[in-house]
């Protein structure tokens, strides 16, 4: 199931194994707003309205619960279903139990939820208390049932848009998947994850797959597609501002001022070697500065103060705060939310050092036609990149796979690899910082940086990989860390990928001759080469493969027969390693209930921020624990102001902001400029036909594009109305070969509580015919 | 025929990468475009596009269809091209492509004008028509043409024409089965059997390809008859061809000075 992913589109060589999968007799369903590229390629396809993603899937949840097509065995044994929850724990009209109404800390309020009503049942020795008949009413199970069961198809229908008769033949054909031979795949991409409720969204994709046995196993799982070739690895290595490498928390000024404080928050399962991981984190940034007794420099690492979100930052921008700004591969001019704001918010910094491959509209915001560049006093400083063909290193899939690659040709003039300008960039910081001193120069003078004159990518792969400081060898797992700064490593969970630097792991290209497709000597798979995650799921609790056919490991009474490296502890016979097959929760298992989320323990159905309807499943319109930073932004339908809903996405032609595409004459030729997709009624009501233009207004601004009027398109039956919904392609700027209007302009910069990601993929918006 | 280009079109994704790598290896530059109202661009094939992509939309009782097509150079069995060329400049390669040798080549567009899938372009700056080569350079020295090279999900498939017509029926089989009625193999007796064929879903028309595509009466007509007497005719055109490539020259230089002036091809 392809659902909020355009993989023809949008992830092409995808597209390559889901037609083998198609070929062997797969069916591919298309969950999609509009019609698409990889809907033409699909079995079924099933459009939903913008922003019901987890109407959606609650609905496939709860028709798998009703009509018990859920894998029993891997319920009971493989998830909390049978765990009993707190009886304090309840859900009323949009609002699980604990909500309370705090300060956002910007002039607003939101819903902070106290979660100790959502945990587990103990018994007197600290065990959490099961159920395994699943008959508790307060299992979570039960809980599951009573929550998911207001999601029945006709309502889903009703709020979707959806037809009651595709949804059945969706759920049908999707829940046959629990049949333990059988495994189901949900692929999905932003069109799930760019909403207010996008990381709940994530969770339903989750639990569906749990209850139906599909995860851990070969052809199930819940596979994100990324939106570029390495947003896996720069994920990995935490391009993000709540994460430090290796999926570790940044640590927070008010609640971890010392390092016994970061490691008092030490989660359980797998994770309690988190001490480890981070000390050794530690070491690879400060060397032999960082000792047990300065608690490794930790109070070098800087830490939070607040949020540090990209649409925090941007406001925080607005507000003078911030000074200078680097944008690296980062074009916030064309692919924020909002985009017009940052645009205007650039001129209240004193420096921007844009790098990247052409010069892009972050960079020449100063340039935008219609802007004076006299009013202008940032100074912008355009560092020239070498593309990805032009220096060597690795990128990580969507499978984990960490593949080094070679620099096919030199960089063109000046452009440079990356690391060789962040290598220059820090030297002449530091540099700087000896020579004139600073507030707190310690963190940058003392910083391990040993790479001598030209840092190679091949040295600091080392680095990432880790070291035995006591030998100076590098290690080969991360089993081999410890927390006392006798190693090294800076991201724990690329342990071993080079550990032999004369023939690292992830330079192997070793096609498999037989197998079932894990490929185990091309690349390294992190972790620890590990092809498919949660894979003691793969067998039943005596270790025999739910579908023979297709074995991930089988038991022979003796040991393990293994195509792939265990997630378990494959000494401990197959009933005990069944105990606990999610090693890395606490609990063990997989969790349906989760106190983890800012936002509720279940997914539950609410409105993007700007909707045409009221949300039928309570009073509480949007998700109530987003942070609104811009409440003068909220447009409304109402009136017919903003009737109409916009979704925005990218086409297979051109990429992200369009530096690598919009400035290559091929794919300008075939597509030529930015267009709108209406439906054949919507153009009737607006008066215009094909390739004419429109202005696309939303509270936020406006741009004009023609329109391409498509029956793809189609109005959607929802809540007792007609919607018509206009698709918005973003990908062009005023920057480069072929120029156009930054689409962006008019999205909303409103987000997930979870994640801070904006709600590009639903909002509102009006159209007119340009006269 | 040695060689075909089998093209399934019900595993194209409309990506495209076999239009921008036919492009890529020919040397081929970008043309001057503009959005109308379809993904569908450059809109037809000319000098400097040997091959596209087409996209149609159909609305059907089972919901919309989108055919992805591809249109280029037949490269047919009974070649009209080849029939009506007065010089004998195009010819079946051994690798079964049809080609044209541009030493032989006078320019008279004759073969354009008598294409039943009117894939030649008459090339006004060089006076030579210009098409699909199979990429025979890529061919003959061992190598898929570009299209199939660059294809991610294996839509086009290169070998030998038996193999793909034997995979090919096997294919029609399961899309008749699996719910497409009208899957057809294209290619398979058009014109005497064409080196490029196609697996369709639906009727011929959906892919911009002619129902029965005929080698023209008159073209026939043509070689029976005049084709031993083509070199009397070859000289009477010869003068008429002086006046049209000193025209055609003239516009070229006035192309040539706008260009000067005009340095980008290209729309903003």
Partial sequence: MNIGLNTAENHPVSMKWIQKAKDKGGKLICVDPRFTRTAALSDLYVPIRPGTNVAFLNGLI?????????????????????????????FEDGYFSGAATEDDGIGGEKNVYDKSSWSYQLNGDGEIVRDETLADPNSVYQLMKKHFSRYDLKSVSETTGCPLKTLEECAELFCDTGDPKKA???MYAMGITQFSHGAEAVRAIAILQSILGNMGRPGGGVNAQRGQSNVQGSTDMAMLYHIIPGYMPVPHEKSHPTLADYHATTPGGYWENRPKFFNSLLKAFWGEYATPDNDFCYDYLPKLDKERSHIASSKYTGEGEIKGMICWADNPAVGGPTAGRKRDYSRKLDWIISVDIFENETATFWKEPGVNPEEIDTEVFLLPAALHIERDGTISNSGRWIQWRYAAIEPPGDAKPDLWIVDRLFKAVRKEYETSGGAFPDPILKMNWDYGENASSA??????????????????????????????????????YYADPDEPACQKRIRETEG???????AYAWPVNRRIIYNRCSADPQGNPWNPDLPLFAWNGIEWESLDVPDFNASLPPEESAKRPFIMTAEGVSRLFSNAMADGPFPEHYEPWESPLLNQFSGVQFNPCSTVWYPEDRGSAEENQFPIIATSYRLSEHYQTGMMTRNMPWLVEAMPSLFVEISPSLAQKVGVTNGEKVIVSSHRGEFEAPVCVTPRIKSFNAGGKTLEMVGIIWHWGFAGLSKGPVANDITPSFGDPNTTIPEYKAFLCNIRKVV | MAQSILIDTSKCMGCRACQVACKQWNQLPADSTEFTGSYENPPRVSPLTWMRVTFQEKETDNGVKWYFGNQRCMHCTDAACEIVCPVGAIY?????????????CIGCNYCAANCPFKVISFDRKTDLPTKCTFCYD??????????????????IDFGERRDLINRASQRVMHLQNHG????????????????MMYILEDTPSQYNLPLAPEVPLQARLWSMLFKPLRI???????????TNYNKSRELKDAAKKNKETNPSDYKG
Wanted: glycine letters at 12%; aromatic letters at 10%.
């Fill in chain 1, 62 to 90: 709860n028709y798998a619960l009703k009509n018990d097509l859920v894998h029993e065995e891997y319920l009971i044994h493989y998830t909390n279903a049978s765990f009993l929850v707190s009886p304090e724990f309840d």
């Fill in chain 1, 184 to 186: 189901g795949n949900v």
């Fill in chain 1, 459 to 496: 040295e600091v792969a080392q680095e990432i990989n880790g070291k035995d400081l006591t030998t100076g060898n590098l290690i080969t797992s991360f089993a081999q860390l410890q927390d006392d700064g006798s190693t090294s490593s800076g991201n724990w969970i690329y342990a071993g």
């Fill in chain 1, 516 to 522: 079932i497709g894990n490929h185990p000597d091309w």
């Fill in chain 2, 92 to 104: 079946h390669t051994d690798t079964g492509a049809v080609d044209i040798d541009f030493n032989k």
């Fill in chain 2, 138 to 155: 890529r061919v003959s020295n061992g190598y898929k043409p570009a299209c199939a090279a660059a294809c991610p999900t294996g839509a």
């Fill in chain 2, 180 to 195: 497409s009625q009208q899957a057809t193999l294209y290619g398979l007796d058009e014109v005497g059997g064409t080196g």
């Fill in chain 2, 232 to 242: 009397f005719v070859v000289l009477a055109m010869g003068l008429g061809l002086w």
